[in-house]
């Protein structure tokens, strides 16, 4: 096992290279950030050359990428355009993000598997056609639209929640958007939970367990349950990193200013260094995941081996 | 074990939602501490620096808590002696200014002439990087502290000399009578020793000398502002303070705003147009603004730069539907633009309503003749430039290019060229990379024809993106500046947009209004013709 973790964190090394390095040509193809700095008014040229300078944007692409590497490793993620370091922009923003996160995982492990173990055991009853009705319509409904209407209902028309997040957003003030967040997830869950479920119910491990008289919670939960979560382990492994990274829309509903956002004004100010920088990160959280689930494989199911 | 993880996550959960009902509901977020409001904001894109903000949101916090030489008056637009005494000249090229006496930053550090000269110096010298650094372009020897190409060759302008501890003296350049006018803008305002002593330790809490002091900021959330007791103007603030709260999204300000969680929206979202009225009722307010949009051509590309192509261009001009697009489109938040200035200048001040005349009326007839005449559109379409990032200019892109289409009865007259970021769509502009027309705006530094006309159409001047170049406009601005009668000024400036009609150097759309929604609890809202709110007069409670 041990080896495996080695293995698997020397395999990180060039996707954690090669991703970083395909966003800084990206972020760079996009022209020059410092036009867009003065506003509707150009920059007089000296001002612009100096500002080049100082953010090293008069250096060729792959000077530019080695020293920010070189940077990088040293804990320096650079400076935004506003003069923030980028590492206390993220010192603010992931906290908040991970919490969101923490938020919306809870709410597919708890609803989603749960819904799921319920409908996958009573396959073709009505609760089944009523959760799988529901979820299509998760599914098929965009998150703004969800976020926005229960933000309309919940906020403003009936007054139980804040519409927006404050700057600190605690745990309590992200339980809505962190339901509008995982809702989609969610859906998937139930029904990845569902099906996998509604497989090995026929497995013989099940019918030998039932058989040999174990109580039917304890069927349910050791056997069926273990084997079946295996995909869904890897699903919502996956969906962390997704979550993180993809809580654009949800945060910008809720005023939260989290990962998201950042990367967002990151793009749209062409902020190179808070770009790279919150990318980066990802990119870790991704992999970090990712070799997590496989683990967790190895827990779930003792006959999954790694050499 | 795992049946134990259960319950632990189940309870998690519940406290978790006993805590969200527990802080919902009560909608008492915005009245928290007295007669201090609540408003949106948006994160500053540059660090705060008077020299160095040139975008609204700095702006509103730099007109908070510091006061300059002059202020603009929030209805007329008029330039008011604040802590000036007396700015005199006798060649509108020497100026002699005299501080008043009694103003102190909220520090308890006295402001005076040195406190402008250093702050100015500071502003202009290129080894600061400070964005607005042309602001002081006018003051002898800034070619000096900032030149265009090579290292500084000076700290200071020699323009600038301080004789006594309330006076300076300011020599210009080229003489320009309007100077004293420009001086209300935020650039121009005085800093204490402290912003030059510990610079960092300034940037994280600024302190000025204005109604407001700034009580607490943390970047990218929140700004709180407390009224400073003993601001010693005469525009001191009515409310305890201001809390500007940043937000991901000016949609979700307004549902705050409906929420009863915030008071002031001074940005209402274009969605929200259609329900503002029926929302707020009185409680809003659109009014104009001080900003013009304009389409722009680029005269560099030979196309658009030959003979008869003045026709061309006066065509499109009349070939768009303006009062229907801005009542379609903008909700009459816009008013459609019948000259190259705005009306927030005022009669007096330089505004002149249909200077533009018959090339601004929507006349599908006359505009396919003129552009037959003109020779046709070059290359047989026109494509408009835009950023499709921010400010939904796509949708009136899309109407303009409709309304020529419809009038030129051509599907393929005009489409729309979107440019994913702001930074790209400037960085095209600004190089001269555009072949068509492409979307220009102006937001006025401060109220005066000379900043509508000059920086946008003088040869090489700053924001002349388009190359746009004509001896006459030239010298008529060169004499309207030199010009000593205010009055006679205006009139030079206004014979320099007669030219700037003639030749159809832009396509004036229309001018731009600022709007504002507000809590019950306020009153006294009004916005200034930089279409911000003016916080100290508004009351709460």
Known sequence: ?307 | MRGATHVRWAACAMAVALAATACGGGGDGAGAGGAVLSASWTDPQNPLEPANTNEVQGGKVLNMIFRGLKQYDPKTGEAEDVLAEKIETTDSQNYTVTVKDGWTFSNGEKVTAKSFVDAWNYGASLKNNQKNAYFFGYIDGYDQVHPAKGEQRAETMSGLKVTGERTFTVRLSQKFSSFPDTLGYNAFVPLPRAFFDDHAAWLAKPVGNGPYTVQSYTKGSEMRLARWDAYPGEDAARNDGVTLKVYTDNNTAYTDLMAGNLDLVDDVPAQQLKNVRADLGDRYLNTPAGIIQTLAFPFYDKKWNRPGSDKVRKGLSRAIDREQITETIFQKTRTPATDWTSPVLGAEGGYREGLCGQWCDYDPAAARKLIEEGGGLPGGQVKITYNADTGSHKLWVDAVCNSINNALDNDRACVGNPIGTFADFRSKSTTQKLSGPFRAGWQMDYPLPQNFLQPLYYTNASSNDGKWSNEEFDRLVDQANAETDVAKAVETFQEAEKVVRDHMAAIPLWYQNGSAGWSERLSNVALNPFSVPVYEQIKVG
Not at chain 1, 17 to 23: D, F, S
Not at chain 1, 139 to 164: N, Y
């Open chain 1, 1 to 307: 096992m041990g080896q495996y973790v080695v293995r698997r964190l020397l395999q990180m090394v060039p996707v954690f290279i090669g991703a970083t390095l395909l966003i800084f040509l990206m972020v760079n193809v996009m022209g020059d950030p410092v036009a867009g700095l003065c506003g509707d008014r150009q920059c007089d040229p000296a001002t612009a050359a100096r500002l080049r300078k100082e953010f090293g944007l008069d250096q060729p692409v792959w000077q530019q990428y080695l020293t920010y590497m070189g940077n990088v490793f040293t804990g320096d993620f650079g400076t935004a355009f506003n003069g923030q370091e980028v590492t206390e922009l993220m010192s603010t923003a992931f906290p908040v993000t991970i919490r969101l996160t923490i938020v919306a995982i809870v709410f597919e492990i708890l609803i989603g598997i749960t819904l799921g173990v319920l409908t996958g055991l009573r396959r073709g009853r009505p609760v089944d056609t009523g959760v799988l009705l529901t979820t299509l319509v998760v599914i098929s409904v965009p998150t703004f639209v969800t976020g926005l209407l229960l933000q309309l209902l919940l906020g403003v028309e009936w007054g139980w929640i804040r519409p927006s997040v404050s700057p600190a957003a605690p745990f309590g003030e992200l339980i809505v958007p962190g339901l509008v967040l995982a809702s989609v997830s969610l859906a998937y869950v139930t029904r990845l939970t569902r099906t996998s479920i509604a497989e090995n119910r026929r497995s013989d491990y099940v019918r030998t367990a039932i058989a040999k008289g174990l109580p039917r919670r304890r069927v349910i939960t050791r056997h069926l349950l273990r084997n079946s979560l295996i995909p869904v382990v890897t699903f919502i492994g996956a969906d962390i990193g997704f979550l993180m990274g993809g809580a654009i829309v949800t945060e910008r509903i809720f005023n939260i200013h989290g990962v998201g956002f950042q990367l967002y004004q990151g793009i749209l100010r062409q902020n190179t260094q808070t770009v790279v920088g919150f990318v980066t990160v990802l990119v870790l959280v991704f992999l970090l995941c990712n070799l997590v689930v496989d683990l967790l494989y190895a827990v779930l199911d003792p006959r999954i081996r790694y050499a």
